[in-house]
């Protein structure tokens, strides 16, 4: 964690900072954040957001505006119609603007993620389904097949579902999410089976980041 903190630091230093390297760091800091609970993760967390945004605005600002509009309705954490309208004009938009391919699929991704985890145990958590499903969907487009990026949003899907009360819907779910973990790291856990990760992991902020194509 030290490290990573002087990394951001020193690139917060530099006049041209590249914002996709601080992007990249920003969301392995706050993996580890919330790995070590540490009081600022959350700041941590919206910070990587906005320097995905910016990274987006450069080049689709409508879509920019989108994310944020969506983003601000969902850390109300009282999700209503208009909320779920603001995602439909996000992945409207998205759909619009990036074509396959487009590394900025996966900060597209990052924000539905961010999305779903703000919901997380909260009386609204239900909404995120939709959010993840949409996760799921880019990154199953974008990533390799075995990727464990894909593992990682059947989990938080097969988590949202269980809690809700629909853990036989997502058994099939399960068996893909542990199949995929085992052909990826070879490892066949408790954690994929119980259907969720409880906070971002550090190594999977570093493989999702690593795989994004280079811009």
């Given amino acids: 964690e030290p490290h990573l903190r002087r990394a951001v630091t020193l690139l917060d230093s530099l006049d041209n900072a590249d914002l996709a390297t601080l992007y990249d760091l920003l969301w392995t800091l706050t993996a580890v954040a919330f790995n070590v609970e540490a009081p600022d993760a959350w700041p941590l967390a919206r910070r990587a957001r906005d320097v995905g945004h910016a990274l987006i605005r450069a080049e689709h600002p409508g879509l920019a505006d989108a994310l944020d509009a969506f983003m601000a309705s969902v850390e109300m954490r ?17 759909d619009a603007d990036l074509r396959p391919g487009d590394p900025l699929w996966l900060i597209v991704a990052d924000s539905y993620m961010a999305a779903a985890y703000t919901l997380w145990y909260s009386p609204a958590e239900a909404a ?18 075995d990727h464990p990026g894909i593992s990682e949003a059947l989990n938080q899907l097969v988590g949202v579902m269980t809690r809700d009360g629909r853990a036989a819907a997502a058994e099939l779910l399960i068996r893909d999410s542990l ?3 085992q052909r ?7 954690t994929a089976a119980g259907g969720e990760t409880p906070r971002p992991s550090a190594t999977g902020a570093s493989w999702r980041r690593v795989a994004r194509p280079a811009r």
């Fill in 184 to 190: 990826a790291t070879g490892w066949w856990g408790s």
């Fill in 128 to 145: 995120s389904e939709a959010y993840l499903r949409e996760l799921l969907a880019i990154r199953r487009r974008e990533l390799p097949e």
């Fill in 179 to 181: 199949e995929r973990l």
């Fill in 78 to 94: 009282d999700v209503r119609a208009d909320t779920q309208d603001l995602f439909a004009a996000a992945v409207r938009a998205s």
